[in-house]
Nanobody, 129 residues
Framework: QVQLVESGGGSVQAGGSLRLSCAAS?????????MGWFRQAPGKEREGVAAIDADGDTSYADSVRGRFTISEDKSSHTLYLSMKNLQPVDTAMYYCAAKPGGWIGFDGDMLDPGDHSDWGQGTQVTVSS
């Protein structure tokens, strides 16, 4: 089982920026894993935000494209989500997830929560207007 620990959440005003981090067990980055960021607002279903596969291909939800950037540092086994121009609608618990295999394009955009098998505990992002 992959161990995932998110950090970096917080409270910001609209227009602000945050960078989320997800520390993953070394096993994750040593294999062909697809990693993703998801979020869940109160009363809403969990939704995909961004994903990156082992080839470095990325996908984004339409609502965040151009504002959020997913990246990874294989040397430190860390996944990142850089978020700018945050808006109140971005307020949610953000989760890191992993799936063995999973190739963006061939397997779709990998933004369906059901595509991923391992999850972190989440980090809260709150954006005030």
């Amino acid at each position: 089982q992959v161990q995932l620990v998110e950090s970096g959440g917080g409270s910001v005003q609209a227009g602000g920026s945050l960078r989320l981090s997800c520390a993953a067990s070394s096993y994750t980055f040593g294999r062909s894993y697809c990693m993703g960021w998801f979020r869940q607002a109160p009363g809403k279903e969990r939704e995909g935000v961004a994903a990156i596969d082992a080839d470095g291909d990325t996908s984004y939800a339409d609502s965040v494209r151009g504002r959020f950037t997913i990246s990874e540092d294989k040397s430190s086994h860390t996944l990142y989500l850089s978020m700018k121009n945050l808006q109140p609608v971005d307020t949610a618990m953000y989760y890191c997830a992993a799936k063995p295999g999973g190739w963006i394009g061939f397997d779709g955009d990998m933004l369906d929560p059901g595509d991923h098998s391992d999850w972190g505990q989440g980090t809260q992002v709150t954006v005030s207007s």
